[in-house]
Nanobody, 126 residues
Framework: QVQLVESGGGVVQAGGSLRLSCAAS????????LGWFRQAPGKEREFVAA????????YYADSVKGRFTISRDNAKNTLYLQMSTLKPEDTAVYYC???????????????????WGQGTQVTVSS
């Protein structure tokens, strides 16, 4: 089993930056594929970014490419999302997710993840 706890959310002005963290426990961190997803009121949960275990490759939604950076620190069992040049449309609850890496994992698909944090609110004011 994996437990995930997000932190770092808050209120920031448009154009500002924010760094989210996700602390993991309960399973060997280095073997997990990890992702960030977000959900705005009345909308579906959407993919933001992910990082694989097998290759360390990173993946980003088109809407955040060039602005967000995902990284992981295996020694600290922590996942990060550095968000820059934030826009009001980035406002959402952000969730981290984890899954035991497997051959058929679709790293962009939320339904393929078994473990989720409770979310952290990010609000970007105009």
């Amino acid at each position: 089993q994996v437990q995930l706890v997000e932190s770092g959310g808050g209120v920031v002005q448009a154009g500002g930056s924010l760094r989210l963290s996700c602390a993991a426990s309960g399973r060997t961190f280095s073997t997990l594929s990890l992702g960030w997803f977000r959900q705005a009121p009345g909308k579906e949960r959407e993919f933001v970014a992910a990082i694989s275990w097998s290759s360390g490759n990173t993946y980003y939604a088109d809407s955040v490419k060039g602005r967000f950076t995902i990284s992981r620190d295996n020694a600290k069992n922590t996942l990060y999302l550095q968000m820059s040049t934030l826009k009001p449309e980035d406002t959402a609850v952000y969730y981290c997710a984890a899954e035991k890496s497997r051959w058929d994992l679709n790293i962009r698909q939320p339904n393929d993840y078994d473990y989720w944090g409770q979310g952290t609110q990010v609000t970007v004011s105009s």
